[in-house]
């Protein structure tokens, strides 16, 4: 039977830091009170006249594709996930396609929030499987920072969020002995879709965008945050354990852990939980805030490139976020 095998990582993070002390400035908050709440110190917001989620996002594709040795004209298919497209539409991508020269092979967006990258990796893994396409490129990548409400009202959420964007290359694989993706794990319960969301501009209403809708925060992300955490901490775990029991493995057999970067404080929770040591779990929150569906990825990318995740390496990648959906995968390398 064909394998999925991720064979190429990637990423790139816009080039302007913004630190804790910079937000202190704008809005009333601490670092003290962001590192300890959630881990963070520094983030990356993008540059207006430079960056897009699109452009981000072929930087990422290429670095990927040259860590994996392949040419970018080998992908055939493309699937982009992203809850901050650079138009209302079409998805980005589309303009990532038109971007890499890769015009006619489809391009499939994906807006399942902090779990989209699992959810895009899913999708690749089965066509590959089912001999459809030999080699996808799947992404992540966002652009929160526009959006973020930079002052007392906005503080809960605006501190967390941050931009960035990374892409695996995952190519057919018809060596039995090479194992590549094991499986994928994907969950929902829109029971809680408004505990985290972005409630306009919304189809729904007579009128999609109003100026009611701008001062009222209704173009803002809402986040009922302690509800959040205390699910994503559940969470996390069953669905790790879900990936380990399909695959007949033990906590024991996984070399790295990388989890959503939404929280240091929930990755080390969930760390714990299963009882793994800190160099069994990568973290880079610290340094570039949540970037949503970006984080995965970058993180897988940034494991790959200190050799922290090496060839031979059962990794486990897990998700929990707006929806609620979460996820999860375990992948060979
Ligand atoms: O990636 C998508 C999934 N998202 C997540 O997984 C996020 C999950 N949730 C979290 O990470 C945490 O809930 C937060 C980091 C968002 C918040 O941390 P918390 O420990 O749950 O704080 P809280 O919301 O309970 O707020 C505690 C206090 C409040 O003040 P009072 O009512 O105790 O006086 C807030 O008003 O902290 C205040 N606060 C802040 N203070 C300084 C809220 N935001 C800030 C801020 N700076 N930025």
Redesign the pocket.
């Known amino acids: 039977m064909t394998k999925a095998k991720v064979i190429g990582l990637g990423h790139y993070v816009p080039e302007r830091v913004v630190t804790n002390f910079d937000l202190e400035k704008v809005m ?3 670092d003290s ?2 590192r300890e ?2 881990g963070i110190a520094e983030r990356r917001y993008f540059d207006p006249e430079k960056d897009t989620v699109a452009n981000m996002a072929a930087k990422a594709s290429r670095d990927a594709a040259e860590q994996a040795g392949i040419d970018i004209s080998e992908i055939e298919f493309i699937v982009f996930a992203t809850i901050t497209p650079d138009y209302f539409f079409p998805g980005s991508g589309v303009l990532l396609q038109r971007e890499l020269g890769l015009e006619g092979i489809g391009a499939l967006d994906i807006r399942n ?2 779990s989209g990258f699992i959810y895009a990796l899913s999708i690749a893994e089965q066509y590959i499987k089912a001999n459809t396409y030999r080699t996808v490129l799947v992404i992540g990548a966002e652009i929160q920072s526009s959006a973020l409400e930079m002052n007392d009202r906005g ?2 959420v605006s ?2 969020f941050a931009d960035g964007a990374g892409a695996a290359i995952v190519q057919a694989e018809d060596n039995e002995q090479i194992e590549g993706i094991l499986s994928t794990h994907l969950h929902a319960d829109g029971r809680f879709a408004e505990e ?1 969301y972005v409630k306009d501009p919304g189809s729904s209403r007579k009128h999609r965008l109003t100026k009611e809708m701008i001062d009222e925060v209704g173009i803002r992300a809402h ?1 009922n ?2 509800m ?2 205390k699910h ?1 901490v559940v969470k996390f775990q069953e669905v790790i354990n879900e990936a380990l029991e399909a695959n007949n493995l033990e906590i024991g057999d996984i070399d790295l852990l990388i989890p ?1 970067q ?2 240091l404080r ?1 990755s080390q929770f969930v760390q714990k939980q299963l009882g793994l040591g800190d160099d069994q779990v990568f973290n880079n929150i610290m340094r570039y805030g ?1 970037t ?1 569906a970006a984080s995965i990825p970058i993180a897988m990318s940034e494991a790959w490139q200190k050799a922290v995740l090496k060839p031979g390496d059962l990794l486990c990648i897990a998700a ?3 929806g609620f959906t979460w996820a999860s995968s375990l992948i060979k390398f």
């Open positions: 009333d908050t601490s009170w962001i709440r959630t929030a902090c503080r809960g501190v967390i985290l986040m945050g302690n959040v955490f994503a959503h939404a929280n929930i949540n949503t929990f976020g707006s």
